[in-house]
């Protein structure tokens, strides 16, 4: 029984470890929102497009742009080819990183004074950064950030879904009001 209840409780803590999307953002808060009712894209650097190619390829853009101006859309705003409201633009970064656990000490009925289980993971942590900026101010009004474990999808249909959720769940928190 008690084995059991050891690898219930592990089973729950691998599976909250996975589901996880920490998002944040933040705003002018001397800025009114209520005014744009327009988006374009924002010049991109060649930094920015170089970090995504080394995430997915080349559809990686597309498929961070498309999630972005449905979400947009849904805010309420509306993209435009020039002479829009607010400048849309993102940032994709990521860095390697390694988790260890160890399961605990001891293991049935022995105890011994050192971990039976230890599990070093290597994973990439993506951070997606959304940036809108008022066009005739220069000036950044709202961003909002999203940083996840980056797990290759099995295949592009999943991996524009992944996206598109981190997207979604980045612009629930836009317009801030």
């Not at 592990?10 to 209520?34: E, R």
């Not at 959720?165 to 009001?177: D, G, K, M, N, S």
């Amino acid at each position: 029984m008690r084995r059991l209840q050891w690898i219930c409780a592990m089973s729950v803590l691998v599976l909250m470890g996975c589901a996880g999307i920490a998002v944040q953002y933040d705003y002018d808060p001397d800025v009114d929102f209520t005014r744009y009712k327009t988006f374009s894209w924002m010049p991109m650097s060649t930094q920015d497009s170089g970090a995504r190619e080394n995430l997915s390829g080349p559809f990686i853009e597309k498929r961070i742009r498309k999630s972005l101006a449905e979400g947009l859309t849904t805010s309420g705003l509306r993209y435009v080819t020039e002479g829009a409201d607010v400048l849309v633009a993102y940032q994709l970064r990521y860095e390697r990183k390694s988790e260890v656990r160890a399961g605990g000490y001891g293991a049935g009925y022995i105890h011994a004074p050192y971990p039976y289980a230890v599990d070093v993971r290597k994973y990439r942590e993506g951070t997606l950064i959304v940036d809108l900026v008022d066009p005739e101010t220069k000036e950044l009004i709202w961003r909002g950030w999203s940083v996840s474990d980056l797990r290759r999808a099995v295949d592009p249909q999943q991996e524009q879904e992944k996206i598109a959720w981190a997207v979604r769940t980045i612009l629930e928190h836009y317009p801030p009001y």
